[in-house]
C-alpha cells in the first residue's frame, strides 16, 4: 500500500468516508507502550478511558481497556504439511497431532 503514502490527507478522508481515525488519535495521546513497559511511564486504565471519551471512542466495545474478542481459527483437518511444519519446532506436538490426524 505504498501508493497511500502519496496521497494528501484531505483526499484519503473523502475516500474513507470522511470519517476521522479515531484509534489513531486515542493512540497518539496515550503514552509510547515501549516507555510503558520500560516503567518509564504510567498507563493506567483511567488515562485510557479519558483519552478515548475525548475523541468519541467506547473503550469497552474497542478493546481499549478489555481484552479484544478472541477469534479461534475454523477447525479442520489436520494436514500432512502442517505436522510437518510442527515437527522442526516441536517433535513431541508433531507426534501427538501425527496421532490425532
Known amino acids: 500500500m505504498v501508493w497511500l503514502d502519496v496521497i494528501e490527507p484531505a483526499s484519503w478522508r473523502e475516500w474513507v468516508g470522511g470519517r476521522r481515525l479515531r484509534e489513531i488519535e486515542?493512540?497518539?495521546g496515550l503514552p509510547l507502550p515501549w516507555r510503558v513497559?520500560?516503567?518509564a511511564?504510567?498507563?493506567p486504565a483511567e488515562l485510557v478511558e479519558r483519552v478515548c471519551?475525548?475523541?468519541g471512542v467506547d473503550p469497552v466495545r474497542t478493546g481499549w481497556t478489555t481484552g479484544r474478542a478472541r477469534?479461534?481459527?475454523p477447525a479442520g483437518p489436520l494436514t500432512?504439511?502442517?505436522v510437518d511444519g510442527v515437527a522442526e519446532a516441536n517433535p513431541?506436538?508433531?507426534r501427538a497431532l501425527r496421532a490425532r490426524a
Open 26 to 28: 486515542v493512540w497518539a
Open 37 to 39: 513497559l520500560a516503567g
Open 41 to 43: 511511564e504510567d498507563c
Open 53 to 55: 471519551r475525548r475523541y
Open 71 to 73: 477469534w479461534a481459527a
Open 80 to 82: 500432512a504439511a502442517f
Open 92 to 94: 513431541v506436538l508433531a
